[in-house]
């Protein structure tokens, strides 16, 4: 069973930056798109970025010109940079690959 870690989060200050990390234990970056997840207190989960096997991506209106995702195929590993990070970007972040889930990462951001 293929199992997704996500990690990178902490404690910024507004206008800071992150860098998450989504490790994979197969090679199945190579073949599926994977996504990042949000999920505030209070909130429904929401989409934040992907990125495609053939290098599409795409971002929530929310983040684009802040955020960037990328993948690092040989480490099995996608990565969202987080710059310019704002209080309302605090939220569990999550990695996603069709019904595989990670952990989770907690992201907060203060004023």
């Known amino acids: 069973q293929v199992q997704l870690v996500e990690s990178g989060g902490g404690l910024v200050q507004a206008g800071g930056s992150l860098r998450l990390s989504c490790a994979a234990s197969?090679?199945?970056?190579?073949?599926?798109?994977v996504y990042w997840y949000r999920q505030a207190p209070g909130k429904q989960r929401e989409f934040v970025a992907f990125i495609s096997s053939g290098g599409t991506i795409n971002y929530a209106d929310s983040v684009k010109g802040r955020f960037t995702i990328s993948r690092d195929n040989d480490k099995n590993t996608v990565y969202l940079q987080m710059n310019s990070l704002k209080p309302e970007d605090t939220a569990v972040y999550y990695c996603?690959?069709?019904?595989?889930w990670g952990q989770g990462t907690q992201v907060t951001v203060s004023s």
């Open positions: 996603n690959v069709r019904n595989l």
């Open positions: 197969g090679s199945i970056f190579r073949v599926f798109t």
